[in-house]
């Protein structure tokens, strides 16, 4: 579009995100403000039939198995979406060569990888945000809003949620983020925990001490040859947090779990406090919920939340959003933030955001393994297993 700033970029992990970026991009010219244009150009993965899909994209003009073929300034930034025990070898790469990146959470298997890309992105010059598309939905933000007004008054509880129902069927094939070995012992806390900490950290609420729940529901799962396979990751995990505020202590739940029954894709918030109360859920996407106190009475309204979010879009007020809109609203606030136009406007998942929920992941497995409350480490370095980085990309 003409007076927007031409970005070339590539995508590390041809899997169904990265279609889904393409997806966004090709939307691109719905954004109001946007000050650049990113063109799709290069795709890595070392399955080549996954790359036989982007051979419809036009623009892309580099397929490799190579990601180290894209750090060479052929492209400007990158989005990279590969297992979590590649992060801290592929990520690091990216940040030495200068690339600007946005990775997928968790951002390392354990604190260690995670403080380690954070050490390594602090010193580069690379401008790098983490994955978490669902706080872009138009009753997120207008949720946010309502509680950075203080229209809450003392907090009371808060709970965040983001629930699958997917593995439900024993019978579905296991893949790498049903193996520790691939996605750490966090399980589903990795790969679902940034979804649902990136909004209290964002507005502050970081936990002191966590009570964990965590279950492993399935043991082993078709391996997609016949036989079977050990799936030994956590599918379920209830962290019960309490976060200190100036106001009062509160109880912060967050919830991860795969096998949710009744559920599909769902993130869920809940917050309420002594002068009103805020609630919203994807899978009634154009429900906002409100309560406020009026005459010694609470009022609950519903409100339509429209298809307006963060970054302006052509897309009428009153059409219905959806997934697709949520990602692109996110790389929108990336490449906002990136150029220095973002704002008041609401972010992208930092790093440090990244390593916090770490931090906290690690306390649930302590609490896990203790039956007890425990306090959030900052400044956890664990390493629950050695760093391996057979199989990358590359390699």
Not at 14 to 25: H, N, P, R
Not at 94 to 102: E, K, N, P, S, T
Not at 140 to 159: D, K, M, P, Y
Not at 199 to 205: A, E, N
């Amino acid at each position: 579009m003409t007076g927007r700033e031409p970005v070339r970029v590539g995508v590390i992990g041809a899997g169904l995100m990265g279609k889904e970026l393409a997806g966004a991009m090709g939307r691109w010219s719905a954004l109001e403000t946007s000050a650049v244009e990113p063109v799709l150009t290069a795709v890595c993965d070392v399955n080549p039939s996954a790359l036989d899909w982007f051979r419809r994209v036009s623009t892309v003009q580099t397929l490799t198995d190579d990601y180290r073929q894209l750090l060479d300034g052929s492209v400007d930034v990158l989005y990279v979406a590969v297992p979590h025990h590649l992060h801290e070898k592929v990520y690091l790469d990216i940040a030495q060569a200068g690339v600007d990146f946005l990775g997928e959470k968790p951002f390392g298997v354990d604190p260690g990888a995670s403080a380690a890309i954070n050490e390594g992105v602090a010193a580069s010059t690379a401008f790098v945000r983490c994955s978490s598309e669902m706080p872009f939905y138009p009753g997120v933000q207008q949720a946010i809003s309502f509680l950075r007004q203080g229209r809450a008054g003392r907090i009371i509880e808060a709970n965040f949620a983001f629930l699958h129902s997917s593995d439900l069927n024993v019978d579905k094939p296991i893949n790498w983020k049903r193996q520790t070995q691939y996605c750490g012992q966090i399980g589903v806390m990795g790969d679902l925990g940034m979804h649902v900490t990136h909004v209290p950290l964002r507005l502050g609420w970081t936990p002191t001490t966590v009570f964990a729940q965590l279950q492993e529901l399935v043991a082993t799962r078709p391996d997609g040859r016949g036989g079977t396979a050990v799936a030994d990751t956590i599918e379920n995990a209830t962290l019960s947090t309490i976060v200190a505020e100036p106001n009062g202590d509160f109880p912060l739940t967050l919830e991860t779990k795969r096998i949710a029954p009744g559920e599909m894709n769902t993130w869920r918030m809940r917050v309420v406090g002594m002068q009103g109360g805020v609630e919203y859920s994807t899978r009634y996407p154009q429900t906002l919920n409100t309560m406020t106190i009026r005459d010694g009475q609470q009022v609950w309204e519903e409100r339509m939340a429209g298809s307006q979010s963060a970054q302006p879009t052509i897309t009428g007020p009153i059409f219905e959003f959806g997934f697709t809109d949520a990602l692109l609203q996110m790389w929108a606030a990336y490449f906002a933030e990136r150029n220095g136009t973002l704002g008041e406007a609401f972010g992208c998942a930092t790093p440090t955001e990244a390593l916090i929920s770490h931090e906290l992941f690690d306390a649930a497995l302590r609490s896990s393994q203790t039956r007890q409350a425990v306090p959030l480490t900052p400044g956890t370095r664990r390493r629950h297993q050695p760093a391996d980085v057979a199989g990358v990309i590359g390699r």
